[in-house]
């Protein structure tokens, strides 16, 4: 499971509230809330008009980003530049470059190159 902090707000009463998107693969996602002490009744009306869409929002963003990290990485399978090598403790597919990866890698005046790993830096690496 992935735990990624999704913001912080806090109130002019001064609680605290963090909102966090939880990956369970494969049975879903969901945004938990942590706070610093109960909630006011200003406190609720600032969760449910600001907080609770911040973070949705925040966590569409952080699926959109996985899911065009996911296609970048299918893409690059497809053309035979990367292959799955196994899985890690959190369930994720480990990728390798391919010899004909590998081969791109070190022909540095080749365009591919530039498309490979500007690909992989852009998606996989702002993603985690």
């Not at 970048?72 to 470059?97: F, K, M, P, Q």
Request: aromatic share 10%; glycine share 6%.
């Amino acid at each position: 499971m992935h735990k990624i902090q999704l913001g912080s707000w806090t109130f002019e009463s001064g609680n605290a509230c963090h909102a966090t998107l939880e990956f369970m693969r494969p049975t879903g996602v969901a945004v938990s809330f942590t706070w610093k002490s109960p909630l006011s009744p200003e406190d609720e009306d600032a969760y449910k008009c600001l907080v609770l869409r911040d973070a949705a929002r925040l966590a569409v963003e952080h699926i959109d980003t996985f899911g065009g990290c996911r296609a970048a990485l299918l893409e690059l399978e497809s053309e035979g530049l990367v292959a799955r090598v196994g899985v890690n403790e959190y369930e994720d597919t480990i990728w390798s470059l391919t010899e004909k990866g590998r081969a791109m890698q070190a022909a540095p005046t080749e365009r591919a190159l530039i498309r490979l790993w500007s690909k992989i830096r852009s998606t996989v690496f702002d993603w985690f």
